[in-house]
């Protein structure tokens, strides 16, 4: 053994030990090091994770917990203060996102109702908050964007003229005269609008017309210039009654053939389609005479006891005394058919694709349906009518959709649909 080394006292002396590695670190220097900046972020960074981690799990166990709600909604104004006026075109839309408490209850655009209180007021601009309410076991959790810009101004009230503006003129040798009621509206709104409106006008066309016509057309606002002035106007009323007498130039008139006919066709038939050659003709006579007849009518054609089929028949013109033509007869080619009529059922909604697992039950669980075509071929229509949703890629939840109706049997046309959407709720049969 090698000898022990020996101080001056006599004592031997032994080497001391070296640690190496994280032994060496003293508990002082550890506990340091727990306090670290660098351990503080990473514990930071791990209940970060978790709770991230602990959101997924519980939005995957009950994912309509909470939810963005996919359809924006418009906004309405609730009440407006007495003799003011909202300049805004429009108040725009709200996206929301919920809660529903109770997971069966049907979320549609209808549930919600978002709008803004303009209660107490003043003229001016103002940020007002979006309200909305929403229908028993949905909560709003939150909405964008909460406020929404909105002017207000003192509201004006003026009675202004009435104009009929002819964009299209009647063709060469025919002039036209315009007569209309009312001859003047009222427009209020805000006030900086309603002063720039100096009249309302009515646009219409008459080219090619040669013959009097008469209907009702919408009204706009327009300023100095003949401009539209837009905006939160109101029309009262909104529409006028417009005639215009079309009428040649000359003692020169054009005039429309109408075919007389003389009995009827078999029963469940009837006159399906006219075809005169030529339709209208030119008559000459004095003015006076002239005016006082707007078509010429041929000579009796019979369909008694007439089938399905066509056929052609020259017939003579029938004219007043004092109008005179150059076309004497006209060619009438005419159609015999099976009458058309038109019917209604109610029609059950069908399910197409539906994925496995699910159930579907539809709000209303009918449509009613008008069918038409021969009358002949009219009974029975419900076995020959159908009316589906097609559900490939639909997942549990409540959607709008729009059912698809058909008639199987040829000759029949589906005229109408009501109502033409339905809420179709999928539900987990587990």
Do not use: C
Request: proline content about 8%; aromatic content about 6%.
């Amino acid at each position: 053994m090698a000898e022990r080394a020996r101080n001056g006292n006599g004592r031997s002396i032994f080497p001391r030990a070296r640690t190496f590695g994280t032994t060496a670190v003293s508990a002082g220097q550890q506990f340091r090091w727990i306090w670290s900046r660098e351990s503080l972020l990473r514990l930071l960074l791990s209940l970060v994770l978790a709770m991230a981690l602990w959101l997924y799990i519980s939005n995957r166990e009950n994912p309509r917990l909470v939810q963005d709600y996919p359809q924006p909604l418009p906004i309405n104004l609730s009440t407006l203060p007495q003799g003011l006026a909202i300049t805004n075109d429009s108040l725009g839309v709200v996206y929301l996102r919920i809660r529903r408490t109770d997971p069966n209850t049907p979320v549609v655009p209808a549930s919600f109702h978002a709008f803004v209180d303009l209660t107490g007021l003043k003229p001016g601009s103002h940020q007002v908050p979006v309200q909305v309410v929403a229908d028993p076991g949905i909560d709003v959790v939150s909405k964008h964007p909460s406020t929404i810009p909105v002017t207000l101004v003192r509201k004006e009230t003026r009675r202004v003229p009435i104009k009929v503006e002819v964009m299209t003129h009647p063709p060469s040798g025919y002039g036209s005269s315009i007569s209309f009621r009312p001859k003047s509206v009222t427009v209020s709104g805000p006030s900086n609008l309603v002063a720039q409106v100096t009249q309302v006008a009515a646009y219409i066309y008459l080219a090619g017309l040669k013959s009097t016509v008469s209907g009702v057309y919408r009204l706009n606002p327009v300023n100095s210039t003949g401009s539209e002035v837009t905006g939160q106007l109101t029309l009262q009323p909104s529409e006028a009654h417009v005639t215009a007498s079309v009428q040649p130039f000359s003692s020169y008139r054009t005039l429309p053939v109408l075919v007389n006919f003389s009995g009827l066709p078999k029963q469940g038939f009837g006159v399906a389609g006219v075809q005169v050659n030529p339709a209208e003709i030119a008559a000459s006579g004095s003015p006076a005479a002239l005016r006082k007849i707007s078509s010429v009518r041929t000579s009796a054609i019979s369909v008694n006891h007439r089938g399905g089929g066509s056929f052609k028949k020259t017939v003579k013109i029938n004219l007043p005394h004092g109008v005179t033509s150059r076309t004497g007869s006209v060619t009438v080619k005419v159609r015999i058919a099976p009458i058309q009529s038109s019917t209604s059922v109610e029609i059950g909604i069908q399910p197409r694709n539906v994925t496995p697992g699910l159930v579907m039950h539809t709000i209303p669980a009918r449509v009613l349906v008008t069918v038409s075509g021969p009358a002949n071929t009219l009974h029975n229509v419900a076995r020959s009518t159908v009316a589906t949703v097609d559900l490939s890629g639909y997942g549990p939840g409540v959607y709008q959709l729009h059912p698809i109706v058909k008639s199987t049997r040829k000759g029949l046309q589906v005229e109408a649909a009501y109502p033409r959407t339905v809420t179709v709720q999928l539900r987990s049969t587990s």
